[in-house]
Nanobody, 124 residues
Framework: VQLQASGGGLVQAGDSLRLSCTAS????????LGWFRQAPGKEREFVAA????????NYAISVKGRFTISRDNAKNTVYLQMNSLKPEDTAVYYC??????????????????WGHGTQVTVSS
């Protein structure tokens, strides 16, 4: 599966932004999907993941309650709704896919496929 993220931009602290990631290829519903981010000078970190059917989710503590991940299998798209953005959310955001279809809060999400990133910049 090939992944293409979009929706990044420059916003102010407290604003909202929605990222999208569209997949090409077959059997989109066979994958769990997730988002990672990488800030300048830092390692890539997990943000959120959603199971193949949209029921199971997993969030990093730093975004739980502010970000919501969802998917639309009919559109081959996964979303990341980001609310109450903070300057520390500034990063390049990447979407990723895993053949392990289930997702459980607290269980590490390990993708095999990665998309190109989209830049999110939050000004104070």
């Amino acid at each position: 599966v090939q992944l293409q993220a979009s929706g990044g931009g420059l916003v102010q602290a407290g604003d909202s932004l929605r990222l999208s990631c569209t997949a090409s290829g077959r059997a989109f519903g066979n994958y769990a999907l997730g988002w990672f981010r990488q800030a300048p000078g830092k390692e890539r970190e997990f943000v959120a993941a959603v199971s193949w059917n949209g029921v199971g989710t997993n969030y990093a503590i730093s975004v739980k309650g502010r970000f919501t991940i969802s998917r639309d299998n009919a559109k081959n798209t996964v979303y990341l709704q980001m609310n109450s953005l903070k300057p520390e959310d500034t990063a390049v955001y990447y979407c990723a896919a895993s053949t392990v279809r289930g997702v459980v809060q607290g269980v590490t999400f390990r993708p095999q496929n990665w998309g190109h990133g989209t830049q999110v910049t939050v000004s104070s």
